[in-house]
């Protein structure tokens, strides 16, 4: 590097008062500091800078040139600096945050849209991963807020009761189901409307299928559970899908809602961190933002 930043201020500050005594009052040096400063550059660059004239100075076409560059390092070095100093308060960042799909798509929307409006200079990345994946992932610093099902052992993350994710079954209204609770086992003898292969909830339900030694018949895959439902309500499957969601379309789709009988499908939600202290501020203004809905933290010994 053939100069630094206070070289530059320097030389700006010379450009701009058409003196080196100017450029010295500014910058609270002496004269022969500046002329130094400024020699130095010319014999780096091995050209001048400036023409010395009986009433002060004024740059050459070379001194021109560098002057419009060096107003663009020093101007993008202050910005660098004013974005650091906010994101060393916690003023701005970008919080890494996983969850699963019920959360994406019943909660994070209300959740995260209120806090993004009133933090506009912190950004969130959000990722549907199952709950053993959230988990390993904030073990080894690769995301700064988890939200897990209680099934998953969260051994050494703090963590807080978060939402309720209950699962049901909607199914068409013609399907021959008389029960009002139904076991996977029986669900699996239905061809399924699914959630695309890489979501979370899709995978953790291939996991229990295989635990039963079934495959899932799954006819054709959705992004959204409104398009799910309107695939059930016209007959083309069956689906597993959150309360929350069968609750709201089936006010305007018509299908029948189905409880699970088995434990996995009633289950709690947990927002999990690794260590609250350790965050970025602009992660715990996030986490503050998101404990407000139950404000319950519980020791690692808790089940």
């Not at 990345?125 to 992932?137: A, F, G, K, Q």
């Not at 998953?152 to 807080?160: F, I, P, Y």
């Not at 029960?179 to 979370?200: H, K």
Request: charged share 30%; proline share 4%; net charge neutral.
């Amino acid at each position: 590097m053939k100069f630094d930043l206070t070289d530059l201020r320097i030389f700006l500050a010379a450009v701009d008062n058409g003196s080196f005594s100017a450029a010295a009052a500014e910058n609270n040096i002496v004269v022969a500091a500046v002329s130094a400063r400024v020699r130095r550059l010319e014999e780096a660059f091995r050209v001048e800078l400036f023409e010395r004239t009986g009433r002060g100075i004024r740059t050459t076409l070379a001194g021109d040139m560098f002057a419009s560059h060096a107003r663009k390092i020093v101007d993008d070095a202050r910005r660098v600096e004013s974005e650091l100093d906010e994101f060393a308060e916690g003023r701005s960042g970008r919080v890494r945050l996983l969850s699963n799909t019920n959360m994406l798509a019943e909660h994070m929307p209300r959740a995260l849209g209120t806090f993004l409006a009133a933090n506009p200079d912190i950004s969130v990345d959000v990722s549907d991963r199952p709950s053993h994946e959230v988990v390993t992932m904030l073990k080894n610093g690769e995301a700064d807020i988890g939200i897990v099902a209680a099934s998953a052992d969260m051994t050494g993350l703090e963590r807080w009761h978060f939402v309720p994710d209950r699962l049901v079954l909607i199914a068409p209204r013609d399907i021959l189901i008389t029960q009002a609770s139904i076991n996977y086992a029986r669900i699996l003898d239905f061809p399924m409307i699914g959630m695309p292969e890489t979501v979370a909830l899709s995978q953790f339900l291939v996991r229990l299928a295989r635990e039963l030694g079934r495959n899932i018949k799954v006819r054709m895959r959705m992004n959204g559970f409104e398009g799910i439902a309107r695939m059930v309500e016209s007959g083309a499957g069956v689906a597993i899908v959150p309360d929350s969601a069968a609750q709201r379309y089936r006010k305007f789709i018509d299908f029948r809602i189905l409880e699970i009988g088995e434990a996995w499908a009633d289950r709690m939600l947990f927002l999990c961190v690794r260590h609250e202290l350790e965050l970025p501020g602009y992660a715990r203004r996030l986490l503050t933002h998101l404990k407000r809905y139950p404000p319950t933290r519980l020791d690692d010994d808790d089940s």
